[in-house]
C-alpha cells in the first residue's frame, strides 16, 4: 500500500464499494469526490498500475468496456489500510 499514490488508494476505495464498476462507472464516482476533475488520461493509467500490482482484476463487459474488481490482495491490503486508520482516527 505504501508505493500506491493517494488517487490509486481512492480507486481501490471506489472499486471496493461498487460491484464491478466500468472505468466510466468509476471516473463518474471519483469525479463526486475529486475538486479537480479526474480525465481518462489520468485514471486509466492508474487503474492499470493497480491490476500490475495484483490488487485489481480487469475483465470485459463487451468489447468496448471492462470491469474492475479487487483481487483478494487487493481486499486484504485494504482491509489493513483501514485497521491502521483506525487506530489514529475516531470512528
Do not use: C
Request: aromatic fraction near 10%; avoid cysteine.
Amino acid at each position: 500500500m505504501d508505493q500506491l499514490t493517494g488517487f490509486q488508494r481512492d480507486l481501490l476505495y471506489v472499486i471496493a464499494g461498487m460491484d464491478r464498476p466500468s472505468g466510466q462507472d468509476i471516473l463518474d464516482d471519483i469525479n463526486r469526490y475529486i475538486d479537480q476533475p479526474v480525465t481518462h488520461g489520468r485514471l486509466y493509467p492508474n487503474l492499470d498500475t493497480l491490476v500490475e500490482f495484483e490488487l485489481v482484476e480487469k475483465g470485459e463487459i463487451d468489447r468496448r468496456t471492462n470491469y474492475y474488481a479487487l483481487t483478494p490482495k487487493g481486499r486484504r491490503i485494504l482491509e489493513q489500510r483501514q485497521e491502521w486508520i483506525e487506530r489514529y482516527v475516531d470512528a
